[in-house]
């Protein structure tokens, strides 16, 4: 059994993001935390629509490239390798948020396909009963995955958000997902090279009570022969914490379950993940003999989860 630190957050957000609102959370600020709890690589992800791209949002229309630019240059550590990123979203009919071309101007970029508060943007309000939101949430990962863009540096975020199904229950729609197919769509981001997201923000004070419909989609996407890597989402600066005090509970149990017929034999989670940058592997944690582990603010919670 070996023993693995959550050491890495590829999704969160500075102040330049129009949802958060912590001034706190500048690339500095974010970097210490970082530096503090022993990650070994932090990746801005801010929201983004570009303006090469028509049909932006009144929401979107400000956060272009230009705008999430403001955070560079990056501040530099000894410690922690610190990438820039972004958030786009995908609308659907091949409408996504940053136009291929400009891809290179990010290490990493986040495509979440269940913005599904988004009301006539991401979702048409005709679409709200649990079955119709299931098939949609199908329709935008088989699309996704057609698109003519690097996956090897993109993530599929937070796959089991609340944001599916906003104000009511996800596990509606988390049950009506065809499986068979989910199998499928995800199968080809495992053939394209794309990560799949596990979000600390998907996991709430009580994701335990429904702890099979939560890891149901990760299991499958494992079996599926999807890597992993894991974000935050924070939007404020206690949230950077997911990483250490909600993950860690979440990564054990995501590597049990039944295999789906056809799968190849399942991995743990803890092996190499998404490529970042060129040549660059990214892991979901590292192993705890290659360096000690820091030392955690009291109450922090659980720091390393084993995979056994």
């Known amino acids: 059994m070996g023993k693995f630190l959550c050491d890495h957050d590829l999704h969160c957000h500075t102040i330049l993001s129009a ?49 999430v630019k403001q955070s560079l240059p990056l501040p ?7 990438l820039f990123g972004c958030e786009t979203d995908f609308c659907g009919g091949n409408k996504l948020g940053l136009r291929p ?25 005709s679409i709200s ?6 098939n949609l ?17 993109v993530g599929i975020a937070h796959l089991t958000t609340g944001l599916i199904n906003r104000g009511k229950n996800k596990y509606d729609v988390i049950n009506a997902i065809n499986q068979d197919r989910f ?6 981001f495992a053939k394209s090279g794309a990560g799949i997201e596990l979000n600390g923000a998907c996991f709430g004070p009580t994701w335990q ?26 939007h404020m600066q206690e949230k950077m914490l997911r990483i250490v005090e909600v993950l860690p509970e979440v990564v054990h149990p995501a590597g049990h ?30 192993p705890a003999a290659v360096r000690s582990p820091p030392v955690l603010p009291s109450g922090s919670g659980l720091w390393a989860a084993a995979f056994g």
């Not at 959370?25 to 303006?51: F, I, K, R």
């Not at 530099?76 to 610190?82: E, L, M, N, P, Q």
């Open 183 to 188: 199998f499928e769509a995800v199968r080809a």
């Open 137 to 153: 949430l199908l329709e935008r990962l088989e699309e996704i995955a057609r698109l003519p863009i690097p996956f090897h540096k």
């Open 19 to 67: 949802c958060c609102h912590d001034e706190r959370q500048t690339p500095a600020n974010m970097l210490a935390v970082a530096e503090a709890h022993g990650y070994s690589t932090l990746c801005l992800t801010d929201h983004l629509w570009d303006n090469a791209v028509p049909g932006a949002s009144e929401w979107y229309q400000p956060q272009d490239i230009a705008h």
């Open 257 to 286: 379950g039944t295999p789906h017929p056809g799968a190849a034999p399942m991995q743990p989670l803890a092996e190499p993940v998404l490529q970042v940058e060129e040549g660059i592997s990214l892991s979901i944690f590292t």
């Open 209 to 234: 009570e429904h702890k099979n419909e939560e890891l149901c989609l990760y299991r499958i996407a494992k079996q599926a022969g999807c890597k992993f890597y894991l974000g935050s989402d924070a």
């Open 76 to 82: 530099k550590s000894d410690s922690v390798r610190f």
């Open 101 to 125: 071309d400009h891809f290179d101007e990010f290490s990493f970029v986040i495509i979440p396909p269940d913005h599904f508060h988004m009301v006539n943007f991401v979702r048409p309000e």
């Open 129 to 134: 009963e649990p079955d119709q939101i299931a």
